[in-house]
Structures are given as structure tokens and as C-alpha cells.
């Protein structure tokens, strides 16, 4: 009903406009088939980023541009893998991002799916040996456990090389950074679960296993950047929301579903809004396209060091990672249980279902800004437990398997939240203060990965 509603007319024709056309699908199919995995440090990253910036000015988005700055570039080289005993054999595999080139020779461990209770079992075990980790979370543990936090107990643990197995068959070697804008200290290995499944049975039908690896990345300084543009708004308040996805994929992959599909939502929303919401528009909304977040959330963090002054006037910061692949298009929110209420009425005026709930985790861009006390959130379904990333990081993420209607969805939720909160007379959320995000860090379960970054960082 009109009345329940105060944006239904805008609501109409942007919904309207988003399902009746091709565009965020055309965008997608540009920025995978045109401009491949846009890993970052290549020219198709920098064209990716390029072609986004032109098409917010396409849109009528105020200031498109990018923002440079430098990190640690890496560049994947020749890894081998070969069993030296008991058995000679070569097994296909992949280095990590931020592996380091080096040759080493060493005897095979299996640390299982690598939990804190796995590695606390094996002790001393696995130091100076090759540890072997499925990229699978046991469902009993309530969270995920990342690939990072794996390897950096296996560097706690002064093991010499990581070697990652996918969990799911079929999908070959999944990737992943070993470290955030840094060289590796060991280097780290991707092999097919298949083979994975073959070394472990080798170690326990015939003892020993002994390795050589050999890696040949190279680590070297290199530039990227970010691509911002506003869509202002007509009140005199300097008030903003945020709206943002990364567009770097691995070097692997065209990262369709991770995180093109997102992507496209943030630029699907911002045409929405500059054509039918500029005129009723109280806040600025500023959307961003973010780079070198698969290896370590570069972008995102430059971003907050470089507009500090800014920060106090960001609303809300809405990450849109992978937003467009199957699931619900609801909000999770990082620890701001004072703005489910909002949310739930927003779902309400766009008689969709819009979930909402609560769950933080260190691995998207939305961490700098919550790591800032920036009120800060995430599409996608709160009440989905943790799972593994299904073809995610593999060389199978490919346009084929996103559909257009979730695009569609994502697009709209996407336009009318921000919408909304940018017209909000009040929002339920104030920036917190450092006490605060620190007492977050220190309790939060799914923030276990991050607590042992931070013990890894203190030891170098
Ligand atoms: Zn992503």
C-alpha cells in the first residue's frame, strides 16, 4: 500500500527498469570475457578498472575517477611438485599469491582440515616438515576457517611448506593469497582434491613421504587502484552512504560469481539511482570499485587511510561481494544489532524478503571500515551457515553459471536500501570508538583467523 511506502514511486521505476533490461548482465559478460580475471597488476585489471570509471560517467555519477596507490605486486611463477620417496612421481599444483620462489626438500604431514584442535594436536610435529591442509571447515566447529588462518599457524608452527587441497572434487586446484600485501614467509601450494586425496593415502599405506617443491614467483612492488564516483545529495548535510564491491578476480579465473556478479550490482544500482532518485535524493551515495582485495584487502584499506577525513560522515558501508549468485538477497549486518529494525521496515516498504541478522568476518572489503567503527554490512543470507566456497577460487568460476533474475534481484535490494538510508531522517547507528571494535576483535568467534594474523604480525 502506497501509504506504507514513501518510495514506492521511485521503487516502481527503478525495479521496473532493472528487470526490463539487459545492462547488468552486459556488464558482467564485459568485464569476464573482455578483461578475464583482472588479477591485479595486469593491463586487463587496469582496463576493468578503466571501463567501470567510464561507465559511472555514462550513468551521470559525479567525479568518476580512480585512486592510485602502491602494494606488494605479485607475479605467479613454474611451481613444481614431486614426490621423492617412497615412490617417484610429479603431482600437478599451483603457488599462492605471495608465495616466495624457493626450493625445498622435506618429509609430509597431514594436519587434516587444519583447525586450531588439529594443529594443537600435532604440536611440534610439524615443524620443518611439509604440511598438507583440506581447504574444508569441519561442520562441528560453527565457522569457517580461512585458508590464511591454516597457513599462518603452519608458519606459527615452523613448518616449511603449505600445500592447500580443494575440498570438492572436480574443480582443480583452488587459489588463495598466503598473506595481505606482503611476501610469504614459506611458500604455499594449491593441488586438485584428488591428488590431495592420493598423497594422504600414500602416507598412510606406506609412512613416509618425502617432497621437493619448487616455486618460481616473483614478488615485486607494483601500482592499482581504486574506482570511485558519487551520485550527490541535494541537502546541505556532507553525509554519506557507502556502496562497494572489488572487481579483481584471481589470475586463475574470470571470478564470475567472486566477484564480478557483485560488482555489476553496484554498478546496476548506481544507473537506478542517478536516473530516477537524483532529484529526491538527500545524501550523497558514493560507489566504489575496489581492487587487490583477493590479496589482502589492499584497496579497501588504502581507501580508508586516504579519505580519514571523511569517515565520521559514512552512514552505513555496504559491501556487495559476490552479491549476484544464487541465495537471498537479505542484509548481514557486522555486530549492529540497533539497525535490524531499519532493515526489517526497509524489507517491509519493498514488500520483498529481505533477511536480516547479524555475523562478522575479517575477508572482504568491508573490514577496514569496521575495523574504523563504520557502521558496515554485506548482501546476502544471514541465516546461511558457514560453507566452503563451491567453485569459488577455482578456474571454473566462470559467466555461465550466474543468472540474470539473481543479478536482477541483487541490483534492486541494492538501489532501494541505499535509497533509503541515504533519505533516513536519523540513522539507528553511530560510528564506535576504538574500545569498542577492539572488544569485538577480542570475543568474536569468526574472528579467530584475524586474531591469529595479528599474532603472526607481532612475531615478525
Ligand atoms: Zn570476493
Known amino acids: 500500500m502506497s501509504d506504507k511506502n514513501p518510495y514506492l514511486d521511485i521503487d516502481r521505476k527503478m525495479v521496473g527498469d532493472i528487470y526490463t533490461s539487459n ?29 567501470i570509471a567510464e561507465t559511472f560517467d555514462r550513468y551521470g555519477l559525479t567525479n568518476p575517477h580512480l585512486e592510485s596507490y602502491p602494494y606488494a605486486g605479485w607475479r605467479r611463477g613454474e611451481a613444481t611438485l614431486e614426490i621423492l620417496e617412497p615412490i617417484q612421481k610429479k603431482i600437478p599444483c599451483i603457488s599462492l ?5 624457493q626450493e625445498v626438500r622435506g618429509e609430509l604431514i597431514s594436519v587434516g582440515c587444519g583447525t586450531p584442535a588439529d594443529f594443537e594436536r600435532l604440536g611440534n610435529e610439524i615443524g620443518g616438515k611439509i604440511v598438507l591442509a583440506s581447504s574444508a571447515s569441519p561442520s562441528g566447529l560453527g565457522r569457517w576457517v580461512h585458508r590464511q588462518e591454516k597457513y599462518e599457524r603452519t608458519v606459527i608452527g615452523k613448518a616449511k611448506v603449505f600445500i592447500f587441497i580443494s575440498e570438492l572434487p572436480g574443480v582443480g586446484p583452488e587459489t588463495g593469497s598466503l598473506q595481505d600485501d606482503r611476501p610469504a614467509p614459506i611458500p604455499g601450494l594449491s593441488v586438485c582434491k584428488e591428488d590431495g586425496e592420493f598423497l594422504a593415502r600414500l602416507m598412510e599405506r606406506k609412512g613416509k613421504v618425502e617432497l621437493m617443491v619448487r616455486t618460481q614467483d616473483i614478488n615485486e612492488p607494483l601500482t592499482s587502484q581504486n574506482v570511485i564516483a558519487d551520485l550527490p545529495g541535494n541537502d546541505n548535510s556532507e553525509e554519506m552512504v557507502v556502496m562497494g564491491c572489488h ?32 532529484d529526491n535524493l538527500k545524501r550523497t551515495i558514493r560507489f566504489i570499485g575496489f581492487s587487490t582485495e583477493e590479496i589482502g584487502l589492499i584497496g579497501s584499506y588504502r581507501y580508508v587511510e586516504s579519505h580519514r577525513d571523511e569517515l565520521d560522515k559514512i552512514r552505513f558501508y555496504f559491501n556487495l561481494d559476490a552479491a549476484g549468485g544464487p541465495g537471498r538477497k537479505g542484509v548481514i549486518l557486522h555486530n549492529w544489532h540497533e539497525l ?13 524478503e529481505l533477511p536480516v541478522g547479524q555475523h562478522v568476518n575479517s575477508y572482504s572489503d568491508h573490514f577496514p571500515f569496521f575495523l574504523e567503527g ?87
Do not use: W
Not at 97 to 101: D, K, N, Q, T, V
Not at 340 to 352: L, Q
Not at 393 to 401: E, G, I, M, N, S
Open 23 to 51: 545492462e547488468v548482465m552486459d556488464n558482467l559478460t564485459v568485464l569476464c570475457d573482455d578483461f578475464g580475471s583482472r588479477f591485479p597488476g595486469t593491463p586487463e585489471e587496469r582496463k576493468a578498472a578503466g571501463f
Open 97 to 101: 599469491p605471495y608465495c616466495p620462489a
Open 247 to 278: 572487481f579483481d578476480g584471481h589470475d586463475i579465473s574470470q571470478g564470475a560469481h567472486d566477484p564480478a556478479s557483485g560488482m555489476v550490482l553496484v554498478m546496476e544500482a548506481a544507473r537506478a539511482l542517478s536516473t530516477y532518485a537524483r
Open 340 to 352: 535490524e529494525p531499519f532493515f526489517r521496515r526497509a524489507g517491509e516498504e519493498m514488500a520483498v
Open 374 to 460: 563504520i557502521p558496515t554490512g554485506n548482501m546476502g543470507d544471514p541465516e546461511k551457515g558457514p560453507s566452503g566456497r563451491g567453485f569459488g577460487h577455482t578456474r571454473y568460476d566462470t559467466l555461465d553459471k550466474i543468472e540474470t533474475v539473481n543479478l536482477q534481484r541483487g541490483s534492486c535490494v541494492a538501489a532501494q536500501l541505499a535509497l533509503r538510508i541515504a533519505n533516513a531522517v536519523s540513522f539507528p547507528a553511530m560510528r564506535r570508538d576504538e574500545m569498542g571494535v577492539q572488544k569485538i576483535i577480542n570475543s568474536e568467534h569468526n574472528l579467530e583467523g584475524y586474531r591469529v594474523k595479528c599474532e603472526l604480525m607481532k612475531k615478525r
